[in-house]
């Protein structure tokens, strides 16, 4: 579900070549869970390999990271490690969406309405075993880095950071704020052209950047009044928020009383969930501690062995794929030694 601050940021909307140059720390589970939803043939099912295994988080990895490396973008992925255990309750809501998602998604395949059989299957969207592993094999071919993290991996991208290693984290979540990040980049591993569910209609996807300082200006508050507005929403570590409480709300009740306990009409509901925890998850969160993140060269044919020969990839659409990568990359190589 992640936290709903649509309505409070500050967005800039911008384009991928705006990132050149810049390392991005990559929610890694994030971005999976992405190509595993938005990759599907017509019947709404993963792409998949001559054995049957799923394929459309390598695909996705594949044309995400040839992007990235032909504009000069430095990606660096972050995966989950442990949750807290305040997320139980979420993760269990989570099992149960997509077991109805399930039920739904078999309805509208027997009655023949695919339009809503894709949508529903979108929704049935997991990790299944092995795909973290095959996914950071894949990037060690491409010569990205992979970073494990303790705990959430938002918040070690968001430490990124702070210590000056990444320009901004990537995720479609707005947690990162909350851990904080400077700044925050949503629809970059998902921009591009996209059609509106059971609409013939076609938008434009672009990145937007989240400025956080920018934002808690906008809304005048500080990082730990955030933290609070967000709890009061609802969070991945108390998921049904407050009742009859939303943004606008959260931010008015903040602004009048500074923090969750002087809240008077919240008090009854505030005595059931472990706010102080909560806030702490936030604050302090368990992040890796990196003492350099090293970038290396793309080894073309370890992609293509891993791809082709190991999960039943066209060969000729890899390498052509491939071969963009390399001239870009000469591209850029050839205009800086102009410089010299």
């Known amino acids: 579900m992640g936290l709903n601050l649509k309505d409070l940021v500050v967005r800039d909307k911008t384009t991928l070549d705006a990132f050149a140059n810049k390392v991005i720390a990559i929610d890694a589970y994030n971005a999976i869970y992405q190509f595993l939803a938005s990759i599907r043939g017509p019947d709404g099912l993963h792409l998949s390999d001559s054995e049957g295994r799923i394929t459309s988080h390598l695909s996705g990895l594949l044309y995400r990271n040839v992007n990235f490396l032909s504009l000069g973008i430095k990606p660096v992925y972050v995966f989950d490690g442990r949750p807290p255990s305040l997320k139980t309750a979420e993760i269990e809501r989570r099992k149960q969406i997509k077991k109805d998602a399930t039920v739904k998604y078999e309805r509208a395949v027997a009655e023949g309405n695919m339009e809503d059989a894709r949508k529903f299957a979108q929704q049935t969207t997991s990790m299944k075993d092995g795909m973290v592993k095959e996914s950071k094999e894949l990037l060690a071919c491409f010569g990205i880095p992979f970073i494990d993290a303790p705990s959430e991996g938002e918040a070690t991208a968001a430490h990124l ?122 604050l302090n969160p368990k992040v890796a501690d990196i003492d350099e993140i090293v970038f290396n060269r793309v080894d073309y044919e370890g992609v293509i062995d891993y791809l082709v020969e190991g999960r039943s990839f066209s060969k000729d659409r890899v390498q052509s794929t491939l071969n963009r990568l390399k001239r870009a990359l000469e591209k850029k190589s050839q205009n800086l030694e102009q410089w010299f």
Not at 194 to 220: C, F, G, M, S
């Open 161 to 282: 950071t702070n210590t000056g290693q990444a320009w901004a984290c990537a995720s479609q979540d707005y947690d990162s704020i909350l851990c904080g990040a400077k700044r925050l980049v949503r629809n970059f591993t998902n921009s591009g052209r996209r059609k509106i569910p059971n609409k013939n209609i076609y938008i434009d996807v672009l990145p937007e950047i989240i400025n956080a300082q920018k934002t808690l200006d906008a809304i005048k508050m500080t990082r730990e009044k955030l933290v609070d507005v967000g709890i009061l929403i609802g969070t991945d570590f108390n998921p049904n928020g407050f009742e009859r409480i939303g943004p606008k709300t959260a931010i008015k009740l903040i602004r009048q009383h500074s923090r969750l306990e002087d809240i008077p009409q919240i008090q009854e509901h505030l005595r059931e969930i472990d706010f102080q925890q909560i806030r702490e998850i936030f």
